[in-house]
């Protein structure tokens, strides 16, 4: 499967900004997704996660409250909305999907998005 993520922009702090991601292929629906997120001088981090039901959703707790992922099967993308951003959450921003059940970890995940940048002013 390829992922194309986009969405990402320059935002004030306290602003939102929803990201998507397109899938390609016939089986986007057989694939667990995930958002993950790499800051300047860090490591890549898990961000949320959804099932591909979306019955079950994971989310880092810096995010928890703030970030909502969702999913749409028949249109092959999965979305981030992100909510009262700060300065902690520029990164950029890689969508990945992962065979069978809901990861968090990126190890788990075998596709990967080019990567969308997220800047939050404040």
């Given amino acids: 499967v390829q992922l194309q993520a986009s969405g990402g922009g320059l935002v004030q702090a306290?602003?939102?900004?929803?990201?998507?991601c397109a899938a390609s292929g016939r089986t986007f629906s057989t694939y667990?997704?995930?958002?993950?997120?790499?800051?300047?001088?860090?490591?890549?981090?898990?961000?949320?996660?959804?099932?591909?039901?979306?019955?079950?959703?994971?989310?880092?707790d810096s995010v928890k409250g703030r970030f909502a992922i969702s999913r749409d099967n028949a249109k092959n993308t999965v979305f981030l909305q992100m909510n009262s951003l700060?300065?902690?959450?520029?990164?950029?921003?890689?969508?990945?999907?992962?065979?069978?059940?809901?990861?968090?970890?990126?190890?788990d995940y075998a596709y990967w998005g080019q990567g969308t940048l997220v800047t939050v002013s404040s």
């Fill in 86 to 107: 700060t300065s902690e959450d520029t990164a950029v921003y890689y969508c990945a999907a992962a065979v069978g059940s809901i990861r968090t970890t990126s190890d």
């Fill in 32 to 60: 667990a997704m995930g958002w993950f997120r790499q800051a300047p001088g860090k490591e890549r981090e898990f961000v949320a996660a959804i099932s591909w039901s979306a019955v079950r959703k994971y989310y880092a």
């Fill in 14 to 20: 306290g602003g939102s900004l929803g990201l998507s």
